[in-house]
């Protein structure tokens, strides 16, 4: 399970190089480019090398079992999302960024041809992207059963209604399509029956993305996330996905893939940190020696190895669970890793904020925006106390 097949060993030579080549030399532009554009511009930069890693074959690597990617298993995408993790530009480029990946699967495993057609096949030439749209602002939606928002039919439409935010993807000027989660059935007695899902074109009169979202005080970088109002949105009944009050079935489909996906990228990017704190300390010299050789910095170094690793371990675990039992057979061991990685994150990026000193909290060194990132990632896809309780329930079961 630990040695990647030759196929995933040629693509990762292949996805060092390119970001070696593309990716680590364009990140100072694409920090500046993402401050001069805003959240409702698109970076030039991430438009120029996505053709680059189109022409290269570095892309849609995330689809498993598909003739439109690379077919990689969910354990033999980890080592590669995972170096893609190590920059907030990487993953867009290669076409593997959420909301979209996430997006692609639901339209993938759940549309009709035509939803396919229509929104699938540009989203998977990197043409548009797209947004999710879940969570409210009116209620406390780490329990989605609390979701208000309305999917009403009317004759061959449907009439859609209600308030969302950290609607990822909104405010992209690309972003043609969004995946919509409310109740069609606010009475039945089932609460997980309630609830659909229906595709919603972005320009359909109604819909009015407010305001982009600040994450620490950062637009755009990583996350797109935006406040959206839908007014008497009418789509047509066939934009439903795979049915009324089937949303929950498809939100654990498209959360468990897309939760460790998250865990796979902040393991790159803690490791990117790692090495950044590293290379820092050695180079700094405190009260006659170098910082890394201060008794405080060697533990935190050795700490961060620790935890990395170990969360890389637990991500490889879930993943191959995934393959062999399903996402549902899996929910523990996702879970579990929902709550390490961004823990794990938030304590090594803290400690590399610390010995870079002032340094650490301006963005010169990409510090203060990965942190935002995974702190971001302890509520995002669920917080860490309903994973927690979902880990602690399961466990109880194994006891009668």
């Known amino acids: 399970m630990l040695d990647p097949s030759p196929k995933v060993q040629e693509l990762q030579a292949r996805l060092n190089a390119f970001m070696d080549r593309h990716i680590y030399p364009n990140e100072d532009r694409y920090y500046a480019e993402s401050t001069a554009e805003g959240p409702w511009g698109v970076q030039p930069v991430v438009e120029q090398l996505k053709t680059l890693a189109r022409e290269e074959g570095l892309w849609n690597l995330f689809l498993p079992a598909s003739e439109h990617g690379a077919g990689l298993t969910n354990l033999e995408y980890a080592p590669l999302c995972e170096i893609m993790g190590r ?29 396919k057609r229509q929104w699938l096949q540009p989203l998977l030439e990197g043409r548009i992207r797209s947004a999710f749209a879940m969570t409210e602002p009116a209620v406390a939606s780490s329990d989605a059963t609390n979701i208000q928002a309305s999917i009403r039919r009317d004759g061959d439409e449907y009439v859609i209604n209600g308030h969302k935010w950290f609607t990822t993807g909104a405010t992209d000027p690309r972003c043609k399509i969004m995946i919509f989660m409310g109740k069609t059935d606010p009475d039945n007695p089932e609460k997980h029956k309630q609830q659909s ?137 996702i879970a579990m890793i929902k709550v390490a990685a961004p823990n794990m994150a938030c304590q090594v990026i803290d400690w590399a904020i610390q010995a870079f000193g002032g340094a650490g909290v301006t963005n010169d060194f990409a510090l203060a925006s990965a942190y935002a990132t995974a702190r971001l990632l302890r509520i995002a896809d669920g917080p860490d106390e309903v994973h927690r309780n979902q880990i602690g329930k399961l466990e109880l079961r194994k006891y009668g």
Do not use: W
């Open 197 to 333: 899902m229906i595709l919603v074109p972005l320009e359909t009169p109604g819909v009015k993305v407010i305001r982009p979202l600040p994450v620490f005080g950062f637009y755009g970088v990583p996350d797109r996330a935006a406040e959206v109002v839908f007014e008497n949105v009418r789509v047509p009944a066939t934009n439903i996905l795979l049915g009324e009050g089937r949303g929950f079935e498809i939100a654990q489909g498209r959360l468990g893939p897309g939760r460790i996906h998250h865990c796979m990228r902040l393991i790159g990017l803690a490791e990117r940190v790692l090495e950044k704190m590293c290379r820092r300390t050695k180079e700094r010299v405190a009260f006659g020696k170098p910082v890394a050789e201060q008794t405080v910095t060697l533990e935190r170094i050795a700490d961060s190895r620790i935890m990395i690793d170990q969360c890389r371990l637990l991500t490889l675990h879930a993943a191959h669970m995934m393959d062999t039992v399903g996402n549902k057979g899996a929910r523990s061991q």
């Open 87 to 115: 920059s907030h530009l990487a993953p867009e480029v290669f076409n593997c960024s959420a909301p979209d990946t996430g997006n692609m699967e639901v339209l993938a495993r759940y549309g009709t041809e035509e939803h």
